[in-house]
């Protein structure tokens, strides 16, 4: 069963800058699709960005031009590296797995949510300040 651990998150101030990672164990996760998500206090859980086992990436709007998804497969490891950080960016940060292969072959990145993804991690905490 795979165990999915997420770090890097803490205190930025505006236009600052994090890099989130989220290192899997116990199951390669190399071929299959990989996202982040994030939740702030009182909302729903939303996409962030997601890459496919080929490197593929795909953003959904708060991240353009903000954000870059990466893995390294070498290390099992997603990254997030967060630039020009706002306060609108201040949640929980999750990362997440389909290790069916659910996004990739029945769903596209641009189309995933949280729904298609099967394993999570526990998340880490963002908090930008103004």
Do not use: H
């Amino acid at each position: 069963q795979v165990r999915l651990v997420e770090s890097g998150g803490g205190l930025a101030q505006t236009g600052g800058s994090l890099t989130l990672s989220c290192t899997a164990s116990g199951y390669p996760t190399r071929s299959y699709a990989m996202g982040w998500f994030r939740q702030a206090p009182g909302k729903e859980r939303e996409g962030v960005a997601f890459i496919n086992s080929d490197g593929r990436t795909s953003y959904r709007e708060l991240a353009k031009g903000r954000f870059t998804i990466s893995r390294d497969n070498s290390k099992n490891t997603l990254y997030l590296q967060m630039d020009n950080l706002k306060p609108e960016d201040t949640a929980v940060y999750y990362c997440a797995a389909s290790l069916t292969g659910r996004v990739g072959m029945v769903v596209g990145l641009e189309e995933a949510s949280a729904s298609d993804f099967g394993s999570w991690g526990q998340g880490t905490e963002v908090t930008v300040s103004s």
